[in-house]
């Protein structure tokens, strides 16, 4: 592959609570490429959000980077010896939209304002040039009628719709990464499926790269080509969607798709994985899934490191073992 | 020492108090002002009305012609400068601390009320205070005053009810947003009644705000007092009151600066330190910011420990 576009090395995030030192991430790699769509998964508190806000400069007290390095075509952006906050690149190439479409839109401005102010800032243009471009890019969105609704304000949009023009404001700068921060959580399912696919349209077109934060496998394996799984502010398996679905090395990442609902199963419950990941706090010696992995081993005390297994990287010292004894598949 | 938090609360709040030192300095003073009030009688080298005119207009001590006997200076009419800003501080404080009181508790009752109950009783409060608001206060106070003869019980009295609106109205505001929050919402939903939702989960919201008009209005009422007293209509001589040396001393300040500087920079002190507690306090009642405060300072200690 050619040079990666995103690099983040050993980046660590604490942070400083009255109850003690929370490590929210402990030393995440990852790197990403032009044109790549990448997935960050892992249960709620494994770390995904921090780690994309952390890229993006979000992190503020009581959070601190604690170590490691973001790297922006090759270029310093966060970690030690970044100087000067280089907002040249966040809001510019690389940009990001929320979780909550209901509240990241300014109730008191008029949609086409809003867009307005971002194709002033990034692309210099004004009055009806500007008002042109925000048309279009609500119609790349998928708004019909733009012209009409640029007027509007954010109350007369429906959820779908906010989560729309977000996108719009998040591409009007043209940028090459798009994180994309739970994007359809907020929304129901149908408008989810047109959200991912406008999401991949856009990267076809644009060329853009995208981290995708979710905690649903099926926007994974619909929109994504590789996979990070998440899990206790570790990264525990790393690799292609096709291979990660077919031959997840890790026991977490076969417990969580043996979890996902199947069309083709008929199941009477769902199953899940018994215990809750462990608290930050102190952090577990060794793996951090060991309590709650049923091929638990007394090798799995030591540290893990990401080695390569058939299905891309692991962390895990019982990578590639069937942990669960799954009937289905 | 995080393990050792839990089993003694008000010393683990001591030393969190302690890591902010301007709020540990402002609460040391407003305790050192307040035992000066309550201890007057024994501070005050002098009765605060005691008149002598061979040594009027003493300057203070390190002055040439100031002494030890007086070391504020005295004033036009040769009382002791230092013993009326003991004496004054029982009066300022009072009237004060009292009227705000007062003021902010009819307002936030009266705020609560009209938000919480909303469409009519809203309207009605609402323009109560209107009214009230555009009705002029000094004409209200004479007329009071009038009546009820002047004296500190009275000032507190009339001046509560010039100043209660401002509190009614932040109530009002941050009541009816509060009421659309879906945390209330869900109060109301599973049954809590309306006293509960008032009191458990809405008025806790007002800590913030309430704290911080206090403070603002604490200073207008100590110089309220002092326009009031300076008319002739507040506190009476023999009493004293900070304000009213700083009104008196008014005619002397190109002669005997000390009249007006002394009085003036005690009530600067006081709601400075006040300031300083009730920002820390402010912070204190809200967890998220006490989290914020702690991690800025956890992050200050690493970095002292870093270049040192």
């Known amino acids: ?329 | 020492m995080t393990q050792a938090r839990p089993h003694r609360p008000l010393r683990a709040l001591l030393a969190e108090l302690w890591q902010d030192k301007p709020a540990a300095l402002g609460l040391a003073v407003i305790l050192a002002i307040v035992a000066m009030a309550i201890l007057a009688p024994l501070v005050a080298p002098y009765d605060p009305a005691d008149q002598s005119i061979l040594s009027r207009l003493t300057p203070p001590v390190w002055n040439d012609r100031g002494s030890w006997e007086h070391i504020l200076g005295t004033d036009n009419l040769g009382r002791d400068v230092f013993s009326r800003l003991i004496w004054g501080a029982r009066t300022t404080l009072t009237i004060g601390g009292l009227t705000c009181l007062i003021a902010a508790g009819i307002g936030t009752v009266v705020g609560l009320w009209a938000g919480f109950m909303g469409g009519r009783t809203d309207s009605v409060l609402m323009r109560l205070v209107d009214i009230q608001v555009s009705f002029p206060g000094i004409l209200l106070i004479l007329l009071v005053v009038g009546v009820l003869g002047p004296g500190m019980w009275t000032l507190i009295i009339v001046l509560s009810v010039t100043n209660w609106m401002v509190y009614a109205r932040l109530v009002r505001s941050v009541v009816s947003s509060t009421r659309q929050t879906p945390y209330v919402e869900a109060a109301e939903v599973i049954g809590c009644r309306p006293s509960r939702v008032i009191f458990v989960h809405i008025l806790p919201n007002l800590v913030s705000p309430l704290l911080t008009l206090l403070i603002l209005e604490f200073t207008n009422i100590v110089l309220a007092e002092a326009a009031v007293s300076f008319l002739g209509f507040g506190v009476q001589p023999p009493d004293t009151s900070w304000g009213l040396d700083v009104a008196s001393g008014r005619d002397y300040l190109f002669i005997a600066w000390w009249l007006v500087t002394f009085p003036g920079l005690a009530i600067v002190a006081t709601v400075l330190s006040i300031n300083l507690f009730a920002n820390w306090l402010r912070v204190t009642t809200d967890p998220e910011e006490r989290e914020k405060r702690h991690a800025r300072t956890v992050a200050a200690r690493r970095r002292r420990r870093g270049t040192a």
């Open chain 1, 1 to 329: 592959m050619n040079d990666p576009l995103l690099e983040i090395d050993d980046l660590r995030v604490d942070f400083d609570t009255r109850a003690g030192l929370v490590q929210a991430v402990r030393g995440v790699s990852l790197t990403l490429g032009r044109g790549e769509t990448l997935g960050l998964v892992g249960e709620s508190g494994s770390g995904k959000s921090v780690t994309a806000q952390a890229v993006m400069g979000l992190i503020d007290v009581p959070g601190r980077i604690a170590g490691g390095a973001v790297r922006w075509n090759g270029m310093p952006l966060v970690g030690e010896g970044v100087r000067r906050r280089p907002r040249r690149i966040w809001g510019r190439e690389i940009t990001m939209i929320f979780q909550n479409p209901m509240t990241s839109l300014n109730p008191l401005m008029t949609v086409g304002a809003q867009l307005g102010e971002v194709i002033h800032l990034y692309l210099g243009l004004r009055g009806a040039a500007a008002r042109t471009r925000a048309a279009e890019l609500l119609d790349a969105v998928g708004i019909s009628g733009a012209s009409r609704r640029l007027d509007q304000y954010p109350h007369e949009f429906s959820g779908g719709m906010r989560q729309r023009v977000m996108i719009a404001m998040a591409i009007a700068s043209e940028p090459r990464l798009l994180i994309a921060d739970e994007p359809t959580t907020a929304l129901d399912v149908t408008i989810q499926a047109q959200i991912l696919e406008l999401l991949a349209g856009l990267q076809e077109k644009l060329g853009l790269s995208i981290i995708l934060i979710t905690h649903d496998l099926g926007i994974v394996a619909g929109l994504c080509h590789r996979v990070a799984v998440m899990y206790a502010g570790q990264i525990v398996e790393t690799g292609t969607v096709d291979d990660i679905f077919a031959r997840p090395g890790h026991p977490y990442t076969q417990g969580l798709i043996r979890s996902t609902p199947r069309l083709d199963a008929v199941e009477d419950r769902l199953v899940s994985i018994d215990g809750t990941p462990p608290g930050l706090r102190t952090p577990p010696e060794g793996c951090a899934f060991r309590p709650r992995c049923p091929a638990a081993q007394a090798a799995c005390h030591a540290p893990q490191r990401l080695a390569s297994h058939g299905a891309g990287h692991v962390a895990c010292c019982r990578a590639g073992v069937d942990a669960w004894d799954v009937g289905a598949a």
